[in-house]
């Protein structure tokens, strides 16, 4: 296909798509290292999801300090700033497209009109979307007051608009409990976090926020059926058993105006699909090396579009990781590597990324476990690598540190487990 | 009167489940945490806890509508409410940096944790 010739055209070396943590950071590292850079973001601000989370626990790790969201982004927006990346909000990202590997070319919209920009690389880091009612398998009503928690934060801790009085939430974990929270302060009642799991699925320290509000937690319990008239009156709720099969008779509604639905996060990858970037079904982003090099030589990929990050921390870090893959990139013509180990799941570990790893560099390993466990070790016996860990949570991801001659110890493969200690 | 608290210790990721036992309001035991800091903690959050508050305020002329504020020190958990009614009455104008303290209540500094 060729390039459309009436819409003007920018030249860069790296087109960053997001404006998130993931971009951001991406973009400083990248001017950083010599190359020029151009980043977008559709939103009219920069920082991605971070400007609406106004609660601490930000950058422990990056910046050895607890932030809040905003300000996190805001230390990254002000040196990538001052680095002078350019960059352009309100510009959205319609299609990428790969002519050949040092020539790709990004289309995007913006309020001064439709933009093709040519690149050698490009950073992926467009975020994650959540999951909506109906992919949760909520039925009844179509009624206003149905929110996803990232609408709901949007409203309120942007727009300063309280999305409901009387809430029930869908989901434990950190988000739906840090929403519990942010609801409970700004004077809502919410009467039920609802979780399908037999645990909660946040972090302790946000769990307590229940207690804090006396807010009731259902675990083993799934909404399925909203109703009302114009607005959500109430919704119904059911006792689910060890295999998540509802239990009968279980049922009971609660009466609430509006239900917040926080049922994860799922990565926003469907542009790198439309160009054939191959899928890994267990993280939902791609498969990447250990440069986040996807599958199309050139396409780099971080933060929430590469796997579901609970610490803005990591997402920092595969922001500059990737931005290290561009430079290496543009400049050698593509990503060497004597030989590719694969990574393979092993018991409980429910997904892991990167896929293929060179051995000619450290690197981290981030994964995430199936169930949750104390005392355990992740080992990866090729390698006679062992972490040992004192519990370990679906919610927390974990990252362990991988030397270039500890993988280099694996022929073609290496597992990752994670094992009683 | 004998009272017994429960709770996950949260200073570390260890989540000790540390109990506390209270007689007239004075701590007379703490069981299950693994180390000092541990117990602690969990002695200042029966006796008085406090955390962090975060809220939004509106704001005239800035970029967005609201700009994200937070107390600049722990509040005492019982006085958090009536912190929020406070917060609820402020009205700001832009523009405002970020980590400007833009009120005090009782001593207490709130400070913008996003520039409008
Ligand atoms: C409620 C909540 C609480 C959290 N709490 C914590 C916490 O306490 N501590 C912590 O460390 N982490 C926390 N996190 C996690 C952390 O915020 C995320 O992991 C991180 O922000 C993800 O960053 P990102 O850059 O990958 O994505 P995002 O921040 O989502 O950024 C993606 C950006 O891409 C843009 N974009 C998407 N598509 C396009 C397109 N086509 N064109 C142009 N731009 C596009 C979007 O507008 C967005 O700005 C929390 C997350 C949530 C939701
Ligand atoms: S008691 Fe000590 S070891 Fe246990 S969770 Fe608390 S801080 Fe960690």
Known sequence: MEPMPQIPMLSYDVVVIGGGPAGMAAAAKAKELGLNVLLLDENDYLGGILPQCIHPGFGIHYFKEELTGPEFAARLAKRMIENGVEYRTSARVLEIRNYSDLEKVVIFTSPSGVYQVWAKAIIYAAGARERHAFEIGIVGDRVAGIYTAGEAQTLMDIYGVLPGKEIVIVGSGDVGLIMARRFALEGAKVKAVVELMPYPGGLARNVMILRDFNIPLYLGHRVVEVRGKGRVQRVKIVKVDENLNEVPGSEFWIEADTLVISAGLIPSVKKLKKIGVEIDPSTGGPVVNDRLETSVPGIFVAGNSLLINDLVDYVAEQGELAAEGAKEFIEKGGIESRKWVKVEKGANVRLVAPHYLSGDRDLYLYLRVSRPMENVEVRIPETGKKVRLPVVKPAEMVRVKLRAEEIRKAQERLTVEVVGA | ?116
Not at chain 2, 89 to 96: D, E, N, S, T, V
Request: hydrophobic residues 40%; aromatic residues 4%.
């Open chain 2, 1 to 116: 009167m004998r009272k017994t608290y429960c709770f996950t210790c949260i200073v570390c990721p260890l989540g000790c489940a540390i109990e506390v036992e209270l007689e007239d309001g004075k701590v007379v035991g703490v069981t299950g945490h693994t180390c000092p800091r541990g117990e602690e903690w969990a002695i200042q959050e029966v006796t008085n806890p406090k955390r962090i508050v975060m809220s939004v305020v509106p704001v005239e002329g800035g970029a967005l509508p609201t700009v994200s504020v937070r107390t600049a020190e722990p509040v005492p958990k019982e006085k958090i409410a009536e912190l929020m009614k406070f917060l609820t009455g402020l009205r700001l104008k832009a523009p405002i940096k970020i980590g400007q303290v833009v009120a005090e209540w009782e001593g207490i500094k709130i400070v913008a944790t996003r520039g409008a």
